[in-house]
Each structure stands twice: as C-alpha cells, then as structure tokens.
C-alpha cells in the first residue's frame, strides 16, 4: 500500500510539472525604470489582449540599477531602462553570460516641477539647479533665498529619485556633472507617484520625475522651463522641444534590454516584436516621444542579425539627440 501511495505520489507530481510548465513557459518577466514603466506596461496590456491571456507579462518597478541587477542576474527577460547600461553592470551581466540586445524604444523629457500655488518661480537655470543638488548643498542650502535673492526666505523642501534610479543617474550627470554626485537630505524614492504626491502637497517643494508623470499629474503640478547657459532662452519640457534638440539637458533615450537567450522563447520574442510594432504609438498615449518609425525598424534589424551590445561604452551620457542616436544605432 505504501508502495502504490508512493508511485502515486511521484506521477502525480509528474502531471502537475507537465501541466504547470506551459503556464510558466508563458510568462515574460520585466523589471527596471519607473520611467520606463508606463509604456512598457502599455505595451504589455495590449499585448495580452491580443493573445487573449495566453500570456503573461509581468512589469515590476525596481528603478534602472535594481532592474540591472535581476537583469543580469538571469531573472528577468527584459529590462526597462531611462539610461544606457553602466560599465559595472556590463561586467556583470557577462560574469555571468548574460547577452543582451540594447534596444531604444522613446525620448523622455526629464521634468522639474513645483507646486502650482508657487507664485515666484517662472523658470529656473542649470546652475540654480546644481546650487540646490550637488553634493555641498547638503544641510547648507535649505532656503529658496540661499539659492537665489530674488526668491523668498521659505524652506527648500526636495523630492528626487532614489541611487537605483536611472533618473537619479542622469540628472545628477546632467546637473552636477558626474552621475550619483547629489545631496542625500532629500525625500529620494524609485518610484515616481511619491515625488508627485510630495510637491503636490508642498507650496515649497520641488522635484524631478518623468515627463508621464507630470502630463498625468497636470492639476498638481507645475512644470518649469529650464535655462541651459546664461544668455540662453528657457525652454519647457515638451515634444517638439524634445526632438529639435532644444530641451537640454535633461531631454534622453530610453531603453529597454533583451536577454538573447530569453528571446529563443516564443513569447519573449512574439512581446518584443509587438513592442517595435506598437511602441510609436503607445509612446504618445503616456506623453513620451517616439522615435522615427526607421529606429524601431534599425531595432527589428538588430534583432535579426544578432547584433548585441550597447552604442554608449558604459556611461550615462548627457545630451544625446534623437538624431545622434540614430547615427549611432545604425553603426551598431
């Protein structure tokens, strides 16, 4: 008896393997950017839809770095991110076999906001924006007047992006010049909606997120435009400043990222090729710039013939234009 309940047993864990694995077959992981977030999850709605629950996609928020690290750890087939691969996450990516395609997928248009009752802030400047961020400011500069006298003396309340964020990573590089050098007497978070909700309930606050966030959040927040140079004209945040290039230096290319050896499984690459079908469009439903159709054909290509790797050499640069992208994409 104890026999026949042990063979029992052991086909009835058999069926119950046989029957679960191609539920778990079918189900894309993603993890990575909070920017990257809303078209990803766009993308990944419809195409479930399409497939009519056959698959799963599954979207986490885990910011650019934590992403990174599941990423090359072989956990996720695909990673969202809102800057280029770093040098030390190449490394370990291929420590441990991980390959991968780079594949572009939008423009955001880094926004800084304030609290739409702020009466005395019109526009603010690079160096007004590092005077508040860089690393010396911290526990010295708490006042609006300290950062320029024509402001009021009214504390400096700050909401960022938290040290996994790839938002932290370029703006920092962006504003202060080297990525992660920032104050950390701030309300840092991976996750957007924090930021949005903090100025949102602060006449004195400020912050920096994703353009999605802030056309999504419009009646409580106020979007600032940005002075690059002394002499320059301010310019907001918005599309077609975004791809004449004119909205810097806070304009930059997301990303995500495919492990090849995930896109050998059907639904991987079924989800991928839907996102290069569909990304133009549900790019411009969350108030992201798409790119022209021929980067999302440049991507199909890459894809095709195998061609991994990243365009940028392991650094989050600043200041690249969606043509400069394309340049280098086509090198690929």
């Known amino acids: 008896m104890e026999k026949m309940s042990f063979k029992l047993a052991l086909a009835c864990a058999a069926f119950a393997s046989l029957t679960a694995a191609p539920a778990y077959a079918q189900v894309v992981k993603i993890d990575g950017s909070s920017t990257v977030f809303p078209p990803t999850e766009g993308v990944a709605e419809d195409f479930q839809k399409m497939k009519k629950g056959a698959m799963k996609v599954t979207v986490g928020i885990s910011g ?58 019109k526009q603010l400047s690079v160096a007004e924006l590092k005077m508040m961020w860089e690393p010396a400011a911290q526990g010295k500069i708490t006042s609006w007047k300290q950062v320029n006298p024509a402001f009021p003396d009214a504390p400096l309340k700050l909401y960022g992006a938290g040290s996994d964020s790839g938002t932290f990573d370029y703006f920092t590089e962006a504003i202060n010049g080297k990525a992660k050098a920032s104050r950390g007497d701030y309300a840092a978070t991976e996750d957007d909606h924090v930021t949005v909700k903090g100025v949102a309930g602060d006449v004195n606050a400020i912050g920096y997120l994703g353009f999605a966030y802030y056309a999504e959040n419009q009646s409580t927040l106020k979007a600032l435009p940005i002075v690059e140079k002394a002499g320059k004209p301010a310019v907001a945040p918005n599309e077609q400043n975004v791809i004449n290039g004119s909205y810097q230096p806070l304009a930059r290319p997301i990303f995500i990222y495919v492990n090849s050896k995930s896109l050998e499984r059907p639904e991987v690459k079924e989800f991928v090729a839907f996102y290069m079908k569909e990304g133009s469009r549900i790019m411009k439903e969350v108030k992201y710039v798409p790119l022209p159709a021929n980067a999302y054909k440049n991507n199909e290509e890459h894809l095709a013939k195998g061609k991994r790797g990243t365009v940028f050499g392991g650094v989050a640069e600043v200041g690249v234009t969606i043509e400069e992208l394309q340049k280098r994409e086509a090198k690929l």
């Open 64 to 121: 650019t770095g934590g992403g990174f690290k599941k990423f090359c750890r072989g956990e996720t087939d695909i990673s969202n991110a809102s800057r280029p691969i770093l040098k030390a996450e190449m490394d370990a990516c291929k420590a441990a076999g991980v390959e991968y395609f780079e594949l572009p997928v939008g423009f955001d248009a880094l926004t800084v906001v304030v609290n739409p009752k702020n009466t005395f802030l």
